[in-house]
């Protein structure tokens, strides 16, 4: 069972910025993707951002050209870097993996509930 461990999160002004880093116990395979959802109170889960092993990146559309999703597959380690945050960013953030037959990162946010593996969260809060 692949272990996912997220950190990273606090809290920040509007405008600010975080990076949010997820610690795999095992990397997805060669078709894997990982990627990042998140889930305010009272909402639905999210998706936020995927990469697949080759680096390709998809993004949901209410964090387009402001979040940025990155990999060090020698560090087992995946990364959100989210800068201009909002308000409505606040949610606990989610690591997850598919680690294989991944068909895109467009797939992987769509498509929550085939995914192989999720880590505990990691809270953001935007507020001023």
């Known amino acids: 069972q692949v272990q996912l461990v997220e950190s990273g999160g606090g809290s920040v002004q509007p405008g600010g910025s975080l990076r949010l880093s997820c610690i795999a116990s095992?990397?997805?395979?060669?078709?894997?993707?990982m990627g990042w959802f998140r889930q305010a109170p009272g909402k639905e889960r999210e998706g936020v951002a995927a990469?697949?092993?080759?680096?390709?990146?998809a993004y949901g559309d209410s964090v387009k050209g402001r979040f940025a999703i990155s990999q060090d597959k020698a560090k087992n380690t995946l990364y959100l870097q989210m800068n201009y945050l909002k308000i409505e960013d606040t949610a606990d953030y989610y690591c997850a993996a598919k680690m294989s037959g991944c068909y895109s990162g467009h797939w992987f946010i769509r498509e929550p509930s085939r995914l192989d593996a999720w880590g505990q969260g990691t809270l953001v809060t935007v507020s001023s």
């Open positions: 095992e990397y997805p395979y060669s078709s894997g993707c």
């Open positions: 990469i697949d092993n080759d680096g390709r990146t």
